[in-house]
């Protein structure tokens, strides 16, 4: 198809987006045949990670939808699955998108010590309970009328299962 539309007058930069479209189809392909096996985990620049997801929401995203970002300079190596990863940090900021009810600021920063790096998405959408912090993670739990309540208890389950790592809510405009 993209070679066929080489071929007619269109503009290229629509050619060069529906070839990344197609790379990130056989992405999505490629995550959905590991789900219930062991992720395959390599050494990888969390940083660049990041920045990859960034950049695909933000070019994919609506216009009125701020986005920002603070990554430090110096790279940070660490034992991750890229594809998986990548889902959360997307799962993360559409939930936020989803909040804001497409319009608004999600912020993504991160810090590190010698041991940790620190991954914060931050938006402006209406915000979660207090009481909900610790449920949100949950199988089943959505506020969403055609939600299952399976995006952010994947989320859990990659970043602590895959990842060793940890994800809490930390604050909300709500209470």
């Not at 959905?32 to 994919?60: H, N, P, W």
């Not at 912020?107 to 979660?128: E, Q, V, W």
């Not at 949100?136 to 990659?158: A, H, N, Q, Y």
Request: include cysteine.
């Amino acid at each position: 198809l993209t070679e066929m539309l080489k071929s007619d007058i269109v503009v290229p930069f629509y050619i060069l987006e529906l070839e990344n479209d197609i790379v990130r189809l056989k992405t999505i392909t490629n995550r959905l045949s590991k789900c219930g096996s062991v992720a395959t985990m390599t050494i990888a620049d969390v940083f660049i990670e990041t920045q990859i997801s960034f950049d695909y929401l933000q070019r994919r995203s609506s216009k009125l939808i701020n986005f920002s970002i603070d990554l430090p300079d110096v790279p940070l190596t660490v034992n991750l699955n890229p594809q998986l990863y990548s889902w959360t940090i997307e799962n993360i900021v559409k939930n936020g998108i989803d909040a804001m009810k497409g319009k608004g600021d999600i912020h993504i920063s991160i810090t590190s010590n010698l041991k940790s790096a620190f991954i914060r998405i931050s938006d402006t959408g209406k915000g979660i309970p207090k009481k909900d912090f610790y449920t949100i993670f949950s199988p089943g739990v959505t506020t969403k009328k055609r939600g299952w309540g399976l995006g952010l208890s994947l989320t859990k389950r990659i970043i602590e299962g895959y990842h060793k790592g940890k994800i809490k809510v930390l604050k909300s405009s709500v209470d």
